[in-house]
């Protein structure tokens, strides 16, 4: 989101400058003070204001069901009164009260396409993959997400992040 914001190179990719909303569904204000606190050392004075312009982060620290009227609503208003150019929402499990392995849980993602195309903007959600079964053979396939097929099917991209087993290596 910091890169998104600043328009600097992610994932090898050339952003340009963005407005982005930061949903923290499951870190509340506490838990998740912490985590920015480590980052703003990555950014220089200039781009933190940068990012206090730019960077709106809301953390809710519980579940936002965005299949919810009311909350589609204020999402709407939201997005519309901030001039936002994307949301990001960790996590995916906490953004709907459908569960995710239930084929209803499309409508989230219908939703989720009408609500981009209204206010042309993106969004991102953080989801995780299913637990390793009892061959205890790692997760490291698009087909290992957790919960339903709909979820890799109706995405733009999908980016999958594993543990390397190797120290400060992550594999994309």
């Not at 965005?66 to 999402?75: C, G, L």
């Not at 919960?147 to 992040?161: E, F, K, N, R």
């Amino acid at each position: 989101a910091g890169h998104m914001c600043l328009g600097k190179d992610f994932l090898g990719k050339t952003m340009k400058p963005a407005k982005i909303g930061f949903f923290s569904l499951e870190m509340g204000l506490m838990d998740l003070k912490y985590f920015l606190s480590q980052m703003q050392f990555s950014f220089t004075p200039e781009e933190q204001d940068v990012l206090e312009q730019n960077l709106q982060i809301f953390p809710l620290g519980e579940p936002l069901y965005m299949t919810d009227d009311n909350v589609k609503s204020q999402m709407d208003q939201l997005v519309g009164d901030l001039g936002l150019d994307g949301i990001m929402v960790d996590s995916l499990g906490s953004a709907t009260d459908e569960e995710v392995a239930n084929e209803q849980f499309k409508r989230f993602f219908h939703w989720n396409d009408q609500f981009r195309q209204r206010h042309d903007v993106f969004t991102w959600y953080i989801h995780h993959h299913r637990k390793a079964g009892g061959d205890n053979k790692k997760p490291n396939k698009l087909a290992d997400v957790y919960g339903s097929q709909y979820i890799t099917s109706y995405a733009t991209t999908v980016a999958c992040l594993w543990d390397a087993g190797v120290p400060n290596v992550v594999q994309f």
